[in-house]
């Protein structure tokens, strides 16, 4: 999953890349079990509530870090470039994720048909990407922005179409499933509860508290490099791991 940051790994806060690192992990745990179900090996339904819940505690881990990294990003950068550019920094790199999202909807339009993503996490973090630009400087106006747009989501969630066209705002189309979905209400408001825990944990850019460093210890360094690279892993974690068990015998299309 994208950070939001793109300091040098040496001036990056270990912790946050290692809470990154460990959503990897788990993304990948998940992902490897529902390919198991999809191929008949693990007969459990990835549907089921636990499973659900797991899957967007994930979901909800790596939107949250998204908007912390945001202002972490406009904290460091904001000092030497005006706010136009800055802006257009983030709009170039939310449109790059934004993108990649739209190649997941093709592939997996390819690959399953029925259940394709249409608005899945890639879209939802690159939008919120631009979107949250104005709320960088407003710890108490994301809080309550995001108190709010996840109310809001809460009942535009429960509206039913016959049109896909409002698939991204939240408003969820009969008869549709989808294998991964994220809209804008009520995630983007996540994203903005991200921008909060970041202006306050690290006003400036800078840790309010700062935990013992167990940047050198090996796990830490390990998960800590996989949340530096979370957007590639998110990338290239299903191939593999398809391309793995077909090699195996356990799966085949």
């Known amino acids: 999953m994208p950070s939001g940051e793109s300091r040098p790994a040496s001036r ?30 693990y007969s459990g339904s990835m549907l089921a509530p636990p499973w659900r819940i797991f899957a967007r505690s994930i979901g909800t881990s790596f939107i949250l870090l998204l908007g912390l990294s945001l202002t972490l990003t406009h904290s460091r950068l904001s000092p030497r470039m005006g706010g136009r550019q800055l802006f257009t920094k983030y709009l170039l790199r939310g449109a790059m994720i934004f993108g990649w999202g739209m190649v997941i909807t093709v592939v997996t339009y390819l690959v399953l048909g029925r259940g394709f993503v249409v ?3 890639l879209h939802l973090l690159g939008l919120s990407t631009i979107l949250a630009f104005p709320f960088l400087r407003w710890r108490w106006a994301s809080l309550a922005a995001g108190m709010g747009i996840i109310a809001l989501g809460s009942r535009v969630n429960d509206v039913m179409s016959l049109s896909p066209w409002l698939l991204w705002l939240g408003v969820r189309q009969l008869g549709r499933y ?23 944990l690290y006003p400036g850019g800078s840790p309010r508290f700062r935990p013992p460093d167990l940047s050198q210890k090996a796990p830490v360094r390990a998960l800590s490099f996989l949340g530096r690279h979370s957007l590639v892993i998110y990338l290239v974690h299903q191939p593999i791991i398809l391309g793995i068990l077909i090699l195996v015998g356990i799966g085949t299309f």
């Open 178 to 200: 989808m294998v991964d979905y994220y809209p804008l209400l009520p995630w983007f408001g996540v994203a903005l509860l991200g921008v909060f825990c970041g202006l306050t």
């Open 119 to 121: 608005f899945g996490i």
């Open 12 to 41: 990056r806060f270990w912790e946050i890349d290692t809470v990154r690192g460990t959503a990897v992990v788990l993304m990948i745990f998940f992902h490897l079990m529902w390919d198991l179900s999809f191929f008949g090996t």
